[in-house]
């Protein structure tokens, strides 16, 4: 899945109505009108760098190898579902 890359931001509009921007030098083309508070569209506007940020975390998890027998912590798991939830891909 393809998904315009960051970095995003958050434009005020009203108490309840903000808007995603991409930021590109001069141009701010809108990503998404936001009819919620300031916290779930600044969540929002984080959203691309929140997915690079797991990515790398799964990755950098991924060097080690586990034992036979063991698991991945179930912070990997839960990140490698928000990953998939994110690409809209299964796990």
Same mark, same amino acid.
């Given at each position: 899945?393809? $998904?315009? /890359?960051? &970095?995003?931001?958050? +434009?005020?509009?009203?108490?309840? $109505? $903000?808007?995603?921007?991409?930021? +590109?030098?001069?141009?701010? /083309?809108?990503?998404?009108?936001?009819?919620?508070?300031?916290?779930?569209?600044? =969540?929002?506007? &984080? &959203?691309?760098?929140?997915?690079?940020?797991?990515? +790398?975390?799964?990755?950098?998890?991924?060097?080690?190898?586990? +034992?036979?027998?063991?698991?991945? =912590? /179930?912070?990997?798991?839960?990140?490698?579902?928000?990953? &998939?939830?994110?690409?809209?891909?299964?796990?």
């Amino acid at each position: 899945m393809k $998904h315009t /890359p960051g &970095a995003w931001e958050v +434009k005020r509009e009203g108490t309840f $109505h $903000h808007r995603i921007m991409l930021r +590109k030098g001069d141009y701010c /083309p809108m990503i998404a009108d936001v009819h919620a508070g300031e916290n779930i569209a600044n =969540l929002m506007a &984080a &959203a691309p760098e929140l997915l690079d940020a797991l990515k +790398k975390l799964v990755g950098w998890y991924d060097c080690f190898q586990l +034992k036979e027998g063991e698991a991945d =912590l /179930p912070v990997i798991v839960k990140s490698r579902a928000a990953i &998939a939830k994110a690409e809209n891909t299964t796990c």
